[in-house]
């Protein structure tokens, strides 16, 4: 026989007749073991599974509530906090995160209440004493400006896009604009990607009224960093400076879409709209704000122009009353309140009003020249500059009158009258901190305690 030359593959277990139980008996063990070992495997990996999906759910969580935060996008910050604490709970971080956006918002009262609970939760110590201390530089409340701002730069992670912002704000609202500008110049070289330096430099244009250069920095901003809300409503404002009303609408629209509860922004939109005559949208904006009794007096005073022009009187008595015994020398809602009455057949109320406008009608005639004047440089002094302010501000226009009158205190911050109208405009809107800020300076000054 010749041997063949293939290996040979069968041993004696092939040729065993109880191999197949055997070969049966095995496999059934191997099963049983693996069938373990899966076990055992998808025990130790399916919570390793849950754990991952819901570390990167919290960790996503949180960056979208950072990057709401950075381009002060605050109410959006503020949903997905909440969204994020129905997941995981009130946390020290959601806390601290809550008082930043009210910080921003400048909510005092709820940015006190969630520092607090952060505190009371374990959270960092100097990171709720620095954004503390940001809250009273952003609203210009410390006793020295430069020693706050070092103690702020000095923590041992500073966050310049928080402490920015602060910084300028509460230089700006102390009008110290040298001081704001030379921050600018550090900030830019600092960190030159941030959307605030075009930001700030805008707002700054817009308040020397060139509203180019205004239009220009901030029309970069917005296209560099088209989610850096605050952009928008300074846009708007460039934008009603060189009497674009259409394109002041589409900004102020996108700002309100992130804040709707933001009634300045609301009114400016108002007045874009009576400006490009869409008066019936104006209506539908504004009335729902003047029943709920919340619509400030630009919303009310623009509203009763319509309602003259359509001649409605009562509805214009309705709404203008109020801001009547707030203002009474305005001499706008004098005139509109007088044609309202006398076509109600209130004669006696319609002089009253009469004579309110007939008495302020000279200020305001001497508006156009006394605004010549001091765009030509012929006037250069605070007195000046307060004159025109008070007259616009109680006689015509709150905004304008602000804007004279913080010019008056930046040529001379000792000039008391201003800041004596300064303190009655914050009392009449109930805003007492910025007219407390302005009292505490004239006491001061006359050395009342």
Known sequence: MVASDFPILLTLDDLDPKAPKVSKLTTSRNGGSSSIRLAVLLAILIPLAVFGYLHNRYTSSIQRIEKSLAMWDDPKALREIKAFEKDSGLSAESAFYRARAYRHQGDDVAFSQFSGIAKQLGYSEEKLTTEKLLREIQGGLVPN???AIATAMSTAEPELGEIGPAVVYGRLG????????????????????????????????ISGRDADRATELLEGCARSYPEFVPVYRQLASAYLLSRDSERAVLALQRFIKSNPQDLDAIGLLGTALFNLDRLDEVVKLFEPWVESGKATIDMRMTLSRI???????????????????????DVRIANLLSQAHQSLGNAAESDRFAKVAEAGQADVQSIDGRL??????????????????????HKQSREEGLYWLNLALGIDETFLPAHEDLVQYFTRISKPEYAARHQRYINLRRGVQ
């Open 307 to 329: 309602y003259s022009a359509k001649n409605e009187p009562k509805k214009v008595v309705d709404i203008l009353s109020s801001v009547a015994s707030l203002w009474p020398e």
């Open 145 to 147: 400006m430069d020693t």
């Open 372 to 393: 010549a004047r001091l765009m030509s440089g012929t006037d250069r002094q605070a007195q000046q500059h307060y004159e025109l302010g008070h007259i616009l501000l």
């Open 174 to 205: 102390k009008l110290e604009f040298d001081k704001a500008d030379a921050f600018l110049k550090f900030w830019s070289e600092t960190d030159p990607k941030t959307p605030w330096i075009d930001f700030f430099r805008g707002m700054l244009a």
